[in-house]
């Protein structure tokens, strides 16, 4: 008897020595688990175009933010966790920029997308934005609705590109006043014929009628995008004879354009408003900038002329061997904003970090004031840098630039949002 | 492919404000212009520059698929490669004649390259396998592009010789360059012609695209005769990329929307027939030209309807042989 329970107790003993071995065991594995889920590192997905005729909208995009999230992690990230972007190709598609939204999400593990589509890929990732409900900063759409049309807005959406109506109306200003000073009364256009051309021009001229009564609109011409050849478009306007002529052509557009309309003579004696000439990857391909021309900055190292957005344009010169272009800007900013977010919230708790960009003011090279606001009523930049002057041939590019005031530019957004119905 | 197709489609649709009559025809101005001598010339004048280029291009295209009976849908890629080339060799040399001929003879070896270990191997085989071969190029060749000179869009500038005021004539306006790029739509159009009608090139050449395997057994080498066709027809392809450089912006994938028109010109002028390429060419040349003043917001649509007319009239195209 005193035998059996000898034993019974060694196995008790057996059986609460294995017991606390597997306890600790247990709590041993817990733990290092718990230090790999706070080394993981933050993903962001970043859907963009990095082929066909686009491709250096996603390149330059890709490049900013790259940028951003090397210094974010170089500072030691979020309490040592990294932030990885995960960077895919849409080619240029809005049905495979809306796949590549939800996959980078549901499949790759990203917990907030950076957005750097253009605008009719922007309106698809946004819609997976509100079905899924993660965190997204547009970086390239500038079509105004986008954030402007209440429909469209939802709490977790924000944008860090430029808006379509606050560059027309400081173009606008700024062409109204160089009409009066040189008697511009006759105007056309030439644009592409899609929506951010439509929508660009009409609005241009709202405001630059706005600023100065005397202007008439005698024709516009609408290439298609793309096209390649501009005798008929040229010729028409040569048959128009305006005084002054405004296009929002871009890029390869631009550059044929502005070669073709050069050997036609069509500047001579006149002014050309091109609200994107100023942007090194049109001023470097057009061997010499003709006479006559205006534009807004796209981007240009001297706008503002701090030197915060020269040291950064420097950098970026630096690691990537190119000028900065638009949408370099606009991704840094993105890219700023999301990280301060993330910094701010200490997490990447959507709701938290929505609530934390609404409002959110950055410190940043691009900003009116060497400041950035994520404007709370419609999740959009305001107080960015937009200036329009006359070009020179070469650096600074534009040595005079009118910088658009933004108390007009909200007085008259306010009207605009009013008359488009946005607001009551 | 099929994306930027349906972006041409959708870029098609016109303008949503003024009437629907107003959209499509602004007759007022259209016949200011034809009752003008200067609005004449400079359109006229335009229709024939577009449609010069559309001709070199379309040439190509159609002397490939006359001979070896093969669309080519790679052929856009050929223009654009040409433009490369041309691009280089300008900025290595400072001579647009040197890179004119660099163009052309470049993208002639490539095509030359392409037929020997690609399109042979799919000569009579289903269409869809054809188009599979041409668009797997179209991605490398694009891909190739942006490796090799950048995906950011690059221009050559107008060379010095070609930097003149333009001509004025009647009152209409004329750039002296495409005063010369006429000129050499025109020489390449009478050297053609001599050359397959005239020479014993020519003749083989006819010859192997009617009944390639009598010729064949006459003891001609049919597959050297398919190689070279291919690459000529992508030379002037490769010609026609070079003589664009100087106005056209040139960037990865450009050669897509240059692919469509040459379809277009080649359709209507008759698959196979060189005169028709020149016939259709001048026709879309046309349309687009006075088409910008008469119906500024419906060119495209016109220039479908008129391939749509024609086909209906002589499915074959103007110029093309009636298959039996």
Redesign the interface.
Known sequence: MQKRSQTLASQQRRQLIKGSAAAVGLASIGLPGISLAQNNPIRIGMPTI????V??LG?ASRNAAIMGVEMFNAAGGLNGRPVELIIRDS???PDEAARIARELVNSDGCEMILDAEASSGAFGVHEVARDLGFLVIHTCSETSALTADPKMRIPNGFRSARQGVHDAIVGGDYAGRVAKEQGLNRWMSVSP??SYG?DTTAEFFEYLQYFNKDIEVVNS??P??????Y???I??L??GKPQAIYSCLW???L??FI??A????LMNGRQFFGVNMADY?VLS???SVPPNIHSGNRYLKSIPKTKENAAWCDAYVAKFD?MPLNWSWQNAVGIDFMLKAIKQTNGTDTKKMSEALAGMTIDSPFGTDGKITMRESDHTIVDYAIAWGDLQPKEPYMSDPYMGNWQTVFRLEQEWMKNKGYIS | MV?ALT??I???IP?SFGSPAEKILDSEALLE?VTSVS?LV??TS?GL??GS?LFLVATGLTLIFGVLGIVNFAHGSLYMLGAYIALSAFRLTDSFIIATAAGALGVGLFSLFFERFFMRRVYGADVLMQLLVCYAFILIL??AV?IIWG?????M??PAF?QE??VFLAGG?I????IYLIGIAAAMAIGLWILLNKTKIGKIVRAAAVNPSMTSALGLNTSLIFAGVFAFGGALAGLAGAL?A?????????GF??LIESFIVTVIGGMGSVSGALVGALIIGLI??F???GF??F??GVMFITMAAILVLKPSGIMGKETR
Do not use: H
């Open positions: 990095l082929s066909g005729r491709a250096m390149e080619k240029g598609r014929d899609y439509l011409v609408w298609k995008l793309f096209q390649a050849d005798s008929e478009p010729t028409r040569l048959q890029g390869g557009d550059t044929s070669d073709q050069s050997i036609y003579g990857a391909a057009i061997k190119t | 994306n972006t041409q959708f870029l098609t303008l212009c609005c400079t359109q335009t520059i577009v280029l694009d891909d942006k995906s950011e869009f690059q221009s500038g107008m070609f005021p333009p306006v750039p002296v360059f495409y664009a100087p106005v056209r912006s040139m960037s990865p994938g450009m929307s240059v687009r030209s088409g910008s003043i500024p917001y060119i495209e």
